[in-house]
């Protein structure tokens, strides 16, 4: 195994944050709270657990590698009502694929794309900071990782006109989270458009991470379902990735979906058949169920509103605080962000996550720390509380080229 794809990869972000901290003690006398991990701790819905008590049944029963036709009808009628478009426009049987959680279709997806690119030298893009899975899909996909800066000075999103031709030309694969994980930022249609753009004339896929698109502040984030057919006319080259585990607090249900370009469904279904779990049917018809109600989405975009308003309060002008469009994420700036990390778990009780464990193996957020606001109010509150006291430090006037991360790009 020595030298191998896997040896070259780094720990992912979650167990170097457990390395840092393990010889570390937080203070006794108060309990540790974790930020570090975007795991909801809303309520979940009650339709969960009633539907899978319903289908109780089925439990004895293989399903389907490529679901029920009620459950792909019930994601095709989600996804045009969400994206406004008509009734039909996207084909249940050849447009949708359920999946056991979009980290396992994420990872997959990058072998489909090298696969079937046939390119040398081939190339998976992705922003950075990222989603680790992106990182790591590509490399053992047999691709080089291709980092495209999306930092404050590009309003946290790729600058796409920046990616070299000789690039473009070898890519196989290109991972575009919107709205993005960590800092929130949103696509705007034109930047969607542009990067389907590059897609189709340079002949590689482009993988859409919308898992927190229903999270979103004041206005929804455009689809890229909705982009690739009102603006452009077709599916083709586009794999859209969407998930319940944020929409409807059910990470543990591990259910989500892949949409677009029938031609990448078709071969990602046969993919999925040799290598990827199958949900089980209750499930599937929890899921369905999930999609098909949009008022305990309502509720959980409110309770995460609130909590943006209590970071607001405490921490406007302080360690560059930005309000996301999106996501449920706060990006600081607190200058090293793995000695802040370190000192908010010995002197807090607070494990968040440093910026750095979310860049590739030259990194260029290392000044920020990542925390995700999933526990309720009065939990967010005392975490907010715990870091102004821990990394106090003088207002900061807010920069100026943050405020176009407000209205998205």
Sequence with gaps: MHGSRLDRLGEFPFRRLAGLLADRVPPAGRPVLDLGIGEPQHPVPPILAETVARHAASWNRYPPPTGTPSFRQAVAGWACRRGGLPEGALDPGRHVLPVAGTKEALYLAAQLAVDRA??????VLMPTPFYAVYYGAAAMAGAE??????????????????????????????????????????????????????ARQHGFALFLDECYSELWDRTPPPSGLDVALNDTGSLERLLVFQSLSKRSNAAGLRSGFVAGDPALIRAFAKLRAYAAPVQPLPLMAAAEALWNDEAHVEANRALYRQKFDLAEQRLAGRFGFFRPPAGFFLWLDVGDGVAAASRLWTEAGLKVLPGAYLDGPEPISGAYLRLALVHGLDTTADALDRLVATLASPAATARPDRAALAKGR
Excluded at 118 to 123: D, F, L, Q, V
Excluded at 149 to 178: K, M, N, S
């Design 145 to 198: 990782p291709v980092l495209l800066p999306a930092t404050v000075a590009t309003g946290f999103l790729p600058d796409l006109d920046a990616i070299p031709a000789e690039t473009l030309a070898r890519t196989a694969a290109f991972y575009l989270c919107t709205p993005a994980n960590p800092q929130g930022a949103v696509a705007d249609r034109a930047y969607l458009a542009r990067a389907l753009a590059l």
């Design 118 to 123: 046939g390119r040398s030298r081939p190339a």
